[in-house]
């Protein structure tokens, strides 16, 4: 056998040992051409974040939760305190539990009352109005009234957990919501329709308190349950003749809600929840360039995200769907998270133009019934109602426009084009012929009579 062909330990050694030093200088070269980059990045995007973060704090802009916090307010100005009653929910975390039942009403109950919504038939109208006569559900509901006229809401949140803060409250927002419209819509049956008008304002107003969470959760159940009292109030209003008198209130409580300013408020409160959970997406993220980038581009998106926030749908979306193509635009390595979290935000403009539409649309729907108590018939136009009326008409926050009026069968359609802005004929969605999605369908007022 040929031994040259099996090297021995020893010139294996010997060949290390030449070999070592080419090995060694090339890992120090190639260091050092990591290290320069790494350290010019760093320093150039740490302080060019600095700058950034210290310009938003001279602005008041927080940058942490914890910040972005509501401030305390006096116990008898702080609607949480009520809710906390109805609600029964407990901080901090770690005491987490789901609270207790409004009305102390049983999972089959609350099931009893989400029938009678979809279908009111006399049968569960019995039950339903059995249900909420009972003293505890009929004192949780004197309660959230109460409650919802406060002028602030401050729940004990633990901010200082950032992006772990807990918010078991804003599930019962909902689930007040629902027994709520089951009020207003028993009171609607036995003629009581100023008072179904005043429940539908508590339902808002508590929407309103929802949404002073700065979070994007706050603003999602405050859609939620506007969604919720807009459903409830077509079915109200449309079946029914209403004097002036009788809708006049409630149009101007629904003239003065502020969607955009609520909303804006919420978005500073997200970015502040962002900076925090970028904060603790690396152990120790302050070393790494690609993080401070990652921070900036964050902040830059999110620039754009505010102030679109504040304007009408029109003007916002233009300017989400700039900003959204300007980040996808990025080479691959910057804004990674922030091109996920992107579509999030750009769809919740979708979300409060459907809000916004509704309340617009509840509006004209009361002034068109006062037109008909007083004239006994319909306006012909839009245009005809407006001579009418010390006040301007909404437009249609999708289209910039009118909403698409249609007198039918001694009643009328009244509707959105939607965030599509193609006009369906005012289908409502999942509806045939078209059966089409919620984003897509228009947003349809139908009063028969």
Partial sequence: MNRERFPTFRRIGRWCVRVAPRVGFGLLVLFVLVAIPWTYFNIKWGQEL??????????????????????????????????????????????????REIGGLSKDERRVLDDYREEPTAE?????????SRPQIQDDLRILRLASQRPHCVFPINWEDGAGALFPHLAKFREAGRIIAT??????????????????????????HAATEPTLIGQLVAIALQAITFDTLEQILCPRQLSPDLVGEFEGYLSRIDLCKVFTAGMIGERALGLDSLETALRNPKTWPLWKLEKLTYLDYF??????????????????????????????????????LAPVFSRLIYKRGQAEANIALCRVVLALKAYKYERSAYPGSLAQLQETLDWELPEDPFSGKDFVYQRQEGGFILYSLGPDLEDDGGVPPEQPPQNLSWDDADIVWACRR
């Avoid at 569960?124 to 909420?132: D, G, K, M, V």
């Avoid at 009020?183 to 309103?208: F, Q």
């Fill in 303 to 340: 620039a754009k995200v505010i102030e679109a926030s504040n304007l009408p749908y029109l003007d916002a979306l233009p300017q989400l769907e700039a900003a959204a193509e300007d980040l996808h635009e990025l080479p691959f390595y910057q804004g990674i998270l922030t091109k996920i």
């Fill in 50 to 99: 600095e700058s950034k973060l210290a310009e938003l704090k001279a602005q008041g802009m927080p940058l942490t939760l914890a910040e972005a916090a509501p401030k305390p307010v006096p116990d008898e100005q702080n609607a949480a305190i009520l809710y906390q009653k109805v609600f029964g929910v407990r901080w901090p975390p770690d005491d987490y539990s789901p609270g």
């Fill in 183 to 208: 009020k207003v819509l028993l009171l609607a049956d036995e003629g009581r329709i100023e008072e179904a008008l005043d429940w539908c304002a508590v339902s808002l107003r508590m929407s309103e």
């Fill in 124 to 132: 569960l109208a019995r039950q339903a109005r059995e249900l909420l």
